[in-house]
């Protein structure tokens, strides 16, 4: 990699993360909204206590 190139590329890795955070905080706020919120509220933290547990195991 040319050198000239790095900050380019630094900003451009600080600028995707900052935009992937948003929507992942999007993600969690609107899916919820989608059903009632009795099936909203356990669909959502079932699915982020597996992905928990599978992150675990493969460890």
Sequence with gaps: MDHQHAPVLM????????????????FYTYTPEQYLTAFGTTGVGLQLRGDESVELIED
């Design 11 to 26: 900003i451009a890795v600080i600028l995707l993360s900052f935009f992937n955070l948003g929507a992942w905080g999007a």
